[in-house]
Structures are given as C-alpha cells and as structure tokens.
C-alpha cells in the first residue's frame, strides 16, 4: 500500500504542473461566482437559483470530467515516453501497484477539486436568497420548490386489456376491422385510445386518481400536473376544480375524518403546474384520492398526458440531496480515471484522448442514442441492433444519472438510487476497465533490449 500511496502522490503533484489543470481550475473559480451574479431564469428567485446550479453543476461536471481524461492519460503516458517509468518498475513496485497508483492519484485529485467547487456552488445557492432580497412570496415558493428535496406518487397507466380485448372482438363480430392493417397494429391503436380516454374529461366530468399507503405528512404536499385541451382556448387557460382527501369519502360517499381539500384554480395548458395541498388531508389508513372536475366554465375537453400528474412531498433536506448528488459525478469521475488509464495503457497521448472522448460524448448521449433506434426502420433498425446498440449499451448511461435531472425540480435522490448508480458504474463498468487494464499493461512491452 505504501508504494501505491507513493506513485499516487507523484501523480498529484504531475497533474499539478500541467497547465490545463491551472486553467482549468482558475476558470471554475472564476465562472462559478459570475454565473451566481448574472443568472436570473424566469426574474424570480426559484428561477434564479435553479437556473444556477443546473448551468454551475453541469459546468463544474464537464470541466472535470475533461481534466480527469487528461490527467490520468497524461500521466501514464508522459512517464513512458519521458522514460520516467524505468526508474519505477525497476525498484520492488509491480505493474499492477503502478496502476493502481496513478488511479489513487487521479481519484484523489478529483475529489480535492470536486469538493471544493461543490462547497462554492452550494455557498453560492444558500446565500443568494440573502444577497438578493426576494419579497416574501418568493422565499416561500424557493422554499417549497428548491430548498428540499421531493418524492413522489405517480399515477400508474391503466390496466385496458379486458377492454380492448372486448373492443376488438365486438369489431371483428361486426366485420369493421380494416383488412390490410395487422392484429398487433389494431390492439395498439385500441389500446392508446383507451388509455387517452382514462385521462380525458369533459366539461363537467370528474377524473379520480388514487394513491395507497400514503403516509401521514408533517408538512404539505404538492399536485404536479400539466393539461392538454382537446380544442386551443382563445386565452390558453382551463379552469379546474381540484378534490383531495379520503379516497373512501370521494368512493363510497363515506363520512371522512380528515379535511377535504376542494379549491377552483385557473391555469395556462401545456404548462406544468403545482398546486399545494395541506397535509391534514391524508387520512390514517393512507388512502389519499386527487380528483379533478372540468370546471363548466370551459367549453372543451381537458386531457392529460401519459406523466401528467403527480403528487410531491417532501422526503428530505437540500443539503443531503445535493451531497449525493456530488457522489453521482464522483462515480462518473472514478470511471472516467479508469477509461484514461486503459487508453493510456495501450495507445499514444493523442490518441487516447481521441479514445476516450468518444466514449465520454457516446455516453453522455447514450440514452437518447439508444431511444432513437425504436424509430428507424426495420432493417436498418435490425443492423444497429446487432452491432452499435449492444456496444453502446456497454458504456455508462451519464444522461439517466444525471444530477441536475432531481436538483432541479428538487426531486429527491435516494440512497437506493445512489447505490444503483455506484453499482453500475463503479463496482462493474469501471472495474470491469481496471481489471482490463491491469491486464493489457502486465504484458504490455516497455523497453527493448537492443545489442
């Protein structure tokens, strides 16, 4: 362990002398308070701040991402090609110590600076409430909609076999179903009309959603939602009359034992929305029911999409949240030391930096890589799948774990997620890269004997 922790420290201090690192570092020390003075989102303070750190964070991600490629290529490949490493491997260090060494050495910079960047970029959000004299109102919507940390229930799609598979047989008795379109195609397109009808309603028709084993909240909860219309409004704006409360109550017609939220709010379409519900709602036994009536003010028919309503609330602190959310560029870090280590164990410095920003840029945009293959055609589609999609689908998704995603919105980061995120990307991806590294380097040809 001594002769790891000794080539470790030797790589900070490489990595100190490199000049993209000083820039690299002045520049985050210097934008990072500029983007806290000048960003302003939507003039409000909520807008501000989120606007922040969604630009400091992702900034802060990608400047370190960058220098720990190059780093940790650098400094393998400058003690090979400078001869630096004939004055190492020749004393009682292995290969695989070496490593492991310049591995330590690139991590433990990584966190040096991710630490200190992160305590500037939190600084910056804390105070600025403070600095900016936001009128009250706005301190309370910051409060509820950034300074915390949100869980929340969705509305699971409904269950319409049975329907369409009545739907579809009542068709097919008739002799209306069209004979050039296949089976699949029709159940499909019976099944998307039927789940849009489960969503829509009428002027005066009521939607009930319903949400078990709720548990008692300490303080309020939110309805996140957002509308579709079936015909455009002259001003762009529904009414709605929104219920929550005891799901027995809204079902049944039963007395209920806790308040019974029932409130008229008007609001733009297309636009999502919240609304705040206090938490004496929820009743004890935890079946808590969100109606929505179309209110007779509107003349058209009100629809919500596939993710159009959920219930937040709170399940955890600002601080906690935005520490795991500093691990989950961490592990992206720890992997992205390995992938330079393996680039610099087998290639050039110009090439592995080619290498390895391939794969960098390839998995920040994996997700959406591997989504847009759903909508090529057949055969192509059946090409990308047997050679790029599985190749792709080795590389760490960056975009699904994606910090700003949940600081943004204020949605919480579970500790679940947080091990789901290490796991994949640390304990297999980059150790799976190590462990392939080690190998290539232990056969790999230092020097020639020539006579």
């Known amino acids: 362990m001594r002769s790891i922790w000794a080539v470790a420290i030797n790589t900070i201090k490489q990595a100190l002398r490199i000049k993209v690192v000083v820039v ?4 985050l020390f210097v934008l990072l308070p500029v983007l806290g003075i000048t960003t302003t989102g939507d003039e409000t303070l ?6 922040f750190v969604s630009y400091a964070l992702s900034l802060m991600s990608f400047l370190l991402c960058v220098l720990t490629i190059i780093v940790s290529i650098y400094s393998v490949t400058s003690d090979i090609d400078q001869r630096q490493i004939y004055t190492v491997i020749t004393k009682p260090i292995r290969r695989s110590q070496f490593i492991l060494g310049k591995l330590l050495g690139v991590i433990t910079l990584d966190v040096i600076l991710l630490v200190l960047f992160s305590a500037i970029i939190y600084t910056i959000a804390i105070y600025t409430p403070k600095f900016t004299k936001a009128p009250e109102n706005e301190l309370i919507e910051a409060n509820n909609g950034f300074f915390t940390a949100r ?7 409904v269950d319409v076999t049975k ?6 047989t009542e068709l097919d008795r008739r002799g209306e179903l069209p004979a050039d379109v296949p089976r699949e195609e029709i159940i499909t397109q019976l099944t998307q009309q039927a789940q849009l009808a489960k969503r829509a309603a009428g002027v005066g028709q009521v939607l009930l959603w319903e949400f078990e084993n709720v548990e008692p909240l300490a303080e309020s909860m939110f309805i996140r939602f957002k509308y579709d219309v079936s015909v455009n409004p002259p001003d762009s704006q529904v009414w709605g ?9 809204f079902k049944y017609g039963t007395q209920s034992k806790t308040p019974i939220y029932d409130e008229v709010h008007k609001h733009s379409v ?3 929305h919240e609304i705040q519900i206090p938490a004496e709602v929820v009743p004890e ?5 969100i109606a929505f009536m179309n209110a007779p003010l509107n003349s058209v028919a009100i629809i919500f999409p596939p993710d159009g309503l959920e219930v937040l609330y709170k399940a955890g602190s600002f601080g906690s949240n935005f520490i795991r959310a500093i691990l989950m560029i961490l592990f992206r870090l720890i992997f992205l030391a390995c992938l330079g280590i393996l680039a610099a164990s087998f290639l050039s410095f110009p090439v592995a930096i080619l290498f390895c920003f391939v794969i960098f840029f390839t998995a920040s945009f994996s997700g959406f890589v591997l989504d847009s293959f759903t909508f090529l055609s057949a055969n192509i589609g059946a090409v990308y799948s047997y050679s790029l999609k599985w190749i792709i689908q080795l590389l760490p998704q960056f975009d ?3 910090p700003t995603k949940f600081m943004i919105p204020a949605r919480l980061i579970s500790w679940s997620f947080l091990a789901k995120c290490g796991v994949f990307m640390v304990c297999i991806k980059a150790f799976l890269v190590l462990i392939l590294t080690l190998i290539i380097f232990s056969y790999r040809e230092i020097a020639k004997i020539t006579v």
């Not at 909520?46 to 606007?51: D, N």
């Not at 329907?163 to 579809?168: I, L, N």
């Not at 009359?241 to 109550?249: E, L």
């Not at 036994?285 to 029911?289: D, E, K, N, Q, S």
Request: aromatic fraction near 16%.
């Open 24 to 27: 690299f570092t002045i520049l």
């Open 46 to 51: 909520k807008g501000r701040l989120q606007t």
């Open 151 to 157: 869980a929340s229930l969705t509305v699971p799609e």
């Open 163 to 168: 329907e369409v598979a009545d739907k579809y």
């Open 241 to 249: 009359r929104w219920f929550a409360g005891d799901y027995q109550y």
């Open 270 to 272: 297309r636009d999502a």
């Open 285 to 289: 036994h935890g079946h808590l029911a």
């Open 400 to 402: 699904k774990f994606n």
